[in-house]
């Protein structure tokens, strides 16, 4: 398991930024994909998607998920959320690539991934932390941006720090790891202005027996 001390890796003039936030180890790059890769991406992943929009119990009270959303992965890595069972659809070409590249890139081997779209401003995610027992203790998450960019809210679970915003622009990788999810929520709000169609791929490593 890796920790906040493992340097990430590096093999391109790409490089990830240090975003320096307390109680977290969150680094970012905006143009891990060129647009034209990014682009190429965005339009396989929209039409070879499984998508659904499954029913999520909030409160007591049965909603539909305010996105679209996939899981994929290796066989046995089930994942569990909001009251929900995900077992993940095989591997797409197009996903086995882009996992390749970013295991590549930054040392990390992920077995899964959760596929979001969000297809406009309406689209959103809660404030939450990816905690799940099935990640174990201080999981480290890829998360790869593509199409409109989208506003990634940050709030502290216990300390007044200030909230943190980041554009997560088309093409561009962000890592959460350390202890980012046990100190930090994040989400992604609804947003009133015309914005276009955002694929949010959130690799992980989900611990199997």
Not at 54 to 65: A, E, T
Not at 187 to 207: A, M, S, W
Request: hydrophobic share 35%; net charge positive; aromatic share 10%.
């Amino acid at each position: 398991m890796h920790t906040i001390e493992t340097p990430m890796l590096f093999d391109s003039p790409r490089t990830l930024e240090s975003l320096g936030i307390p109680d977290a180890d969150i680094r970012f790059v905006h143009d891990f994909f060129v647009p034209l890769e990014a682009n190429d991406y965005f339009k396989r992943l929209t039409t070879d998607t499984s998508w659904t929009q499954p029913v999520l119990r909030v409160w007591g009270k049965d909603h539909l998920q305010p996105r679209l959303s996939c899981w994929y992965g290796d066989p046995d890595a089930v994942y569990r959320f909001s009251g929900k069972t995900f077992r993940p659809h095989p591997w797409t070409p197009a996903l086995q690539c882009i996992r390749h590249k970013i295991q590549g890139a930054t040392g990390f081997h992920f077995n899964s991934v959760l596929l979001n779209l969000y297809r406009d401003g309406h689209d959103s995610i809660g404030m939450h932390s990816d905690n799940e027992p099935e990640l174990g203790p201080m999981p480290v998450i890829a998360s790869l941006s593509l199409g409109a960019t989208r506003i990634f809210r940050l709030k502290h679970r216990h300390n007044a720090f200030a909230p943190v915003s980041i554009a997560l622009s088309n093409g561009s990788l962000l890592i959460m790891a350390g202890q980012t999810q046990e100190r930090w929520m994040h989400g992604v709000r609804k947003d009133t202005q015309d914005i276009g169609p955002r694929i949010n791929l959130t690799f992980r490593r989900i611990l199997t027996a």
